[in-house]
C-alpha cells in the first residue's frame, strides 16, 4: 500500500469521524462551513497556463478568481482541454481525463512537447512548507511526444523547489484534492455515463467513490484481511515456541556448568562505584567556585575575568548612575530652554495674526482706492477721445468748406457736367435693373436642372439595383437548375456535389473500424413526408439541420471531420450533432404539442432510425411544433389566445413562423430538399429563367437610355451655371460704376452756407468737451494721490509681517537645535540604561550558570546513588581510579580469551534467551492486537454504517430540496444492503404518471437533475475546488436559469471554495458581482467543427 493512500484514509477517516460527530442530531442537520485558514488560503486554482496542448498551441495564463468562475466559449476553443490539463498538470493519468489512452496524446501534432503550469494557493497557517514555497505553488509538467512527462514544483519567485511526484503527491495530500474524485472534478464522460447507466449498483458506486465511503470500504476490508493472516501467523508461532522453549533449556544446564569471574567483577563493580562518587566532589567543587565568583560580583570586591566583561572597573555602577543622573538633568534643562523659545513664537505668531488682519483690511481699502482710480481715469480718457473726435469733426467740416469755395470759384459750368453725370447714372441704374431681373430667372432655371438631374440619377440608380437583383436570382436558379439536373441520376447530390462522396468515404471507415458507430446523415435524406404539401414549412423549420449530421461519440466526430475536410472546403462544412444513439424513440408524453386539428412536425415526418427523429427532437424541439396550413387560422391559434399546451411555434404551408407575439414572413416559395416532381420543378426554373433574362435586356436598354439624358442634362446646367456667374460680374460691376459717379456728385453739391452754421455751432460744444477733459484730469490726479497713500501703508504692514516671518524662522531654527540636542540626550541616557542592564543581566546569568551546576551536582550526586548508595570516601582521582578500571577490564578480557568456548557458550545461552523472551512477548503483543483490532473493527464498523447512513438521508434531503425548485418531484432509494441507488425524476404535470426513470426525461432535465445531484454530493463532501464541465448543454433557458441560480447560492454559502463551470453558452444574465469571474475563450484557430447555415 502506498504512501499517498495511506495518508488520503487517514485524512478520509478524520473527516468522516468530523461528520458523525456533526450530524448526531438527525433532525437538524448541521451546514458547518470550514474555517478560512483551512479552506480558503490552501488548494484553490490561482491560474493555468497550457502549451502545445491537445490541439491549441497556446491557452492562458487564466488566472482564476476565489469564489465563482465561468470559462465560456464555441466549441474547439480549448474548454474542456482546460480541465484536462488541470487533471493532468497535477499528476492525473490520462485514462482519468476520458480524452485519452497515453499521455503522448495530448501532445499537439507536429510538436515535439506540451507543457502545462498549474499554481495553488499556499496562505494561511496551514500551507505546505511556506518557508520554501511562499503564498503560491508552481507545478510545471512537462509531456514529451514519446509519452514521458517530467515534474517541477517552483516557489512563488521562481525558485525550483523539487522534482519528485513524492513531493507533489505530498501536496495533494495536504490540500485534500482527489482527482479522480467526481465531486471535484465531472467531465463529460463521466456525467453520461452516470446518465445513461441502467444499473443501479453502478450510480451506488457512484456516489460511494464520491463520498470517500468505496475507499474506507477497501480499507476495512484490507484491515480483516490482515487480521486473519496476522491469526494464522499467531497459531504457527505457538509451535515454534515450544522448540524454542526445549532449546532454551538445554543452553541453561550447559551455562550453569561454566566457572564464574564474580572476583574480579566485585572489584570491577566497587571500581565503578568509586569513580562515580569522585565525579561528585569534582563537581561540588565547582559549584562552590561559582558560589564565591557571584557573591564577589555582587559585592563589586573583585572582577571576574570570564563572565563579567561590560563592566571593566569595580566602581562601573556607580560611575554608570552619577552619569545617567547628570544626563537626566541636562535633558531637563533643554527643556525648559525649549519651552521658553515656544512661547516666543507662539507670541510672535500671535502679532503676526493680528498684523495679517491689517494687512487684509488695507489690502481691500487699496482695491477700493484703486478700482475709484482706475473708474476716474476711464471718464478721463473717454472725455479726452470725445473731445479729441469732435475737434476733428471740426477740423473736417471747414476742410469741406474751403474746398467747396475753391470749386466755386474755379469752374463756373459745373451744372452741365452735374447733368451728364445724373444721366449716366440713370443709364447704369436701369441696366442694373435688367441683370437683377435675369438672376432670378438664371437661380430658378438651375434649380429646375439640378432636380430633373437628380431624378434621373435616382432612377438610373434604381434601375441598376433592379437589375443586379434579377442578376443574382437568375444565377441562383441557374445554381438550382444544375443541381436539380444532377440530382436525377443521384437525389443526395441535393444536398451537395459532395454528399455521395463523403458518404461513400463515411461507408469505407466504418468498415476498417475508424468509427465505433456509423454516423448518420444528412438528416434530410433519412427523413420522408407524410404530406409532401408541407415540404415548404418542413424545411423552414429545419433548416440546416436538413444537411446536418449524427455522431454517436466524440471520436467518431473527430474521424468525421477529418473525412468532410477532404471533401469540402473550410468554412462550408455541414453540421455535426453529437448525442448517443439510442435503438428506440424518447418517451415524449406530456411534453408534445397537443391540438385535435393541426399535427406536430414529429406527426408528418418518418425517419427509418430512431436516431434521426431523437437528435430533431433535442436539437429543434419538433415534439413542440404545430403545422397549420392556412396563415388565419395560424394565427388564430397561436396569437388571439393562449397557444395549445407545449406548443411553442408553429408554421404555415408557405413557410411562415408563428409565435404568441410575432409573426416571420417566409423567403422560401418551393422546397429545395423534400420535393418529389423534377421535371415541374425544372420547367418552372426555365421559365424564371426566361422571364430574368427577358428583363434585364429591357432593363439594360432603358439604363442607356436614362444615361444618355444625363448626360445631356448635366451639359446644359453647366451652361447656365456660367451664364449666371457672367450676370453677376456684370450686375457688381454696375454697381461700383454707380457708386463712384454719385461719390463724385456729392462733392459739388455741398451747401456752403449751411456748412459755415454748423460749423458755428460745434464750436461752444468743442469748447465745453475742452473745459469737461481739465476738470476730470484734476480728479484723476486726486484720486492717484489718494491710492498712493494707501499702496504705501500696506507696503509698511506687508515689511512689518516679512520681518516677524523672518525672526520665527531663526526661533524655529533654535527650536529645532534644541529638539534635535533633546533626542540626542535622550539616545544617550538609553544607551547608559542599556549598558546597566547588560552588567545586572550578566550577574543574573552567572545566577542561573550556578544554579544550572547545582542541578547538574544533583543529578550525579542521583546517578552516584544509584551505582552506590553508600558515598565511598576515595583518596585517588579519576584518572586513576579510570586507569584500575581499564587495567582491571584487559585482565579479565585476557582471562575470557583463554577460556573462548566458556564465552560461545555465555553467548548462544544469552541469545537463545533473548530469542525465547522476545518470541513469547512476539505472541503475547498479537494475541493482545489482535482482540483489541477485533473490539476496534466492530466499533469502526458501527460508525460507519451511522456515517454512511447519514450521508446517504443527507444527499436525499439536498436532493428533493434542489427538485422543489423547478416545481419538481423526485426520490433516492439506498439500499446498502444490496448496494444499488434508485433514482426518480418526476417533470412538472406527471406526477401521477407511472414512468419516473432519469433516461425518460428530456435532455434539459436530465442535464438539471445531473445539477441536483451534483450539488447534493457538494453539501455532504469537501473539497478546496469543484469544477463541473459543460452541465447546462441540454437544458433550457428556464432550467438553466434554474441551475444558474442553485450553482450561485451554493457558492454564496461556500464562498470559501472554489468553483469553476464550464460551458459554451451566454453568460449575460448572470449578476454583476466581485465574486463571479467570467473567461471569453476566443474561437479556435483550427478549423471549427460546425458550420454556419447556407445562404439560400
Known sequence: ???????????????????????????????????PSSTGDIGLIESITLKNFMCHHWLGPFQFGPNVNFIIGNNGSGK??????????????????????????????????????????????????RDAYGDCISVEHRISSDGCRTCRLRSKTGQLISNKKEELTAILDHFNIQLDNPVSILNQEMSKQFLHSKNE??????????????????????????????RQQVESQDESLKDLKREFLQKKERYEQLPSFSEMELVLENLKKGMAWCLVGEKEQLVQ?????????????????????????????????????????????????????????????????????????????????SKAHKEQELVYFRALNKFKQSEKEQNHLQERINKAKTSLSLNNDGDTEYTLQQKEISRLKEQLAELETKCPKLNQEIKNKHQALSKGREERDKLRLEERNIRVAYESKVRRKDQILASRSNKLKRFGDQVPDLLGSIAEGYATGRFLKRPVGPIGACISLKDPMLAVAVECCLRSFMKAFCCDNYKDEAALQEL??????????????????SEKVYNIQGRKADHPEYPSVLDIIAAPSPVIINCLIDMRGIESILIIKEKDKARRVMQQGRPPKNCREAFTAEGDQVFSNRYYTSDFSMPKYLGGDLETEISMLESDLENHQAQLSRFHLHGTSVTEDIVSMESNLNNTIMALKNT???????????????TAGEEHIDDISSLEEVAQENRPKVEAEKQFVHEAKADLDKHRRTAEDVESKYSAVREQIDRLSEDMEALKEEQLKLEAECAKLERTLQILETNLKAHQDNVRAMSIDLAERAEELQEYVAKATEISPERQQVTGSTRSIDIEITRLKQKIKVHESDHGEQEQVVREYAEALALYREKTNQVRDLRRFIDQLDNIMSDRQDRYKTMRRSLSVRCKLYFNNFLIKMNCCGS?????????????????????????????????????????????????????????????????????????????????????????????????????????????????????????????
Open 1 to 35: 500500500m502506498s504512501k499517498r493512500k495511506g495518508k488520503v484514509r487517514s485524512d478520509v477517516t478524520a473527516v468522516m469521524s468530523r461528520r458523525v460527530t456533526a450530524d448526531a442530531k438527525p433532525q437538524r442537520p448541521s451546514f458547518s462551513r470550514a474555517t
Open 80 to 129: 474542456s482541454a482546460i480541465l484536462t490539463a488541470l487533471m493532468v498538470g497535477l499528476g492525473g493519468k490520462a485514462t482519468v481525463t476520458n480524452r485519452g489512452m497515453s499521455l503522448k496524446d495530448f501532445v499537439k501534432t507536429s510538436e515535439s512537447a506540451a507543457d502545462i503550469t498549474v499554481k495553488l494557493r499556499n496562505r494561511g497557517p496551514d500551507a505546505f512548507k
Open 564 to 581: 468532410m475536410c477532404r471533401h469540402y472546403p473550410k468554412g462550408n462544412r455541414p453540421q455535426i450533432i453529437v448525442g448517443p444513439f
Open 201 to 230: 449498483s453502478d450510480k451506488y458506486k457512484f456516489f460511494m467513490k464520491a463520498t470517500l465511503l468505496e475507499q474506507m470500504k477497501r480499507d476495512y476490508i484490507h484491515i480483516k484481511h490482515t487480521k486473519t493472516i496476522t
Open 728 to 742: 453677376l460680374v456684370s450686375v457688381n460691376q454696375v454697381k461700383a460704376s454707380i457708386t463712384e459717379l454719385e
Open 972 to 1096: 433516492m432509494v439506498f439500499d446498502h444492503n444490496n448496494e444499488t441507488l434508485s433514482i426518480s425524476v418526476k417533470p412538472p404535470g406527471r406526477e401521477d404518471d407511472g414512468v419516473s426513470d432519469m433516461r425518460s426525461l428530456s435532455g434539459g432535465e436530465r442535464s438539471f437533475s445531473t445539477v441536483c445531484f451534483m450539488l447534493s454530493l457538494w453539501e455532504i463532501t469537501e473539497s478546496p475546488f469543484r469544477c463541473l464541465d459543460e452541465f447546462d448543454v441540454y437544458m433550457d433557458m428556464h432550467n438553466r436559469r434554474i441551475s444558474l441560480d442553485l450553482l450561485l447560492e451554493l457558492s454564496e454559502r461556500q464562498h470559501l471554495r472554489q468553483f469553476i463551470f464550464i460551458t459554451p453558452l451566454t453568460t449575460s444574465n448572470l449578476p454583476k458581482t466581485s465574486l463571479i469571474k467570467i473567461h471569453q475563450l476566443q474561437d479556435p484557430e483550427r478549423v471549427c467543427y460546425e458550420t454556419m447555415e447556407e445562404d439560400v
Open 289 to 369: 567556585q561559582l558560589k564565591d565568583d557571584v557573591e564577589k560580583e555582587e559585592n563589586k570586591h573583585h572582577k571576574h575575568q570570564e563572565n563579567l566583561q561590560l563592566c571593566q572597573t569595580p566602581s562601573l555602577k556607580i560611575q554608570l548612575f552619577l552619569f545617567f543622573s547628570f544626563t537626566k538633568s541636562k535633558v531637563t534643562q533643554v527643556e525648559k530652554k525649549h519651552q521658553c523659545i515656544k512661547s516666543r513664537v507662539d507670541s510672535m505668531r500671535q502679532e503676526q495674526e493680528s498684523l495679517s488682519e491689517d494687512n487684509l483690511r488695507l489690502k481691500e481699502q487699496v482695491k477700493v482706492v
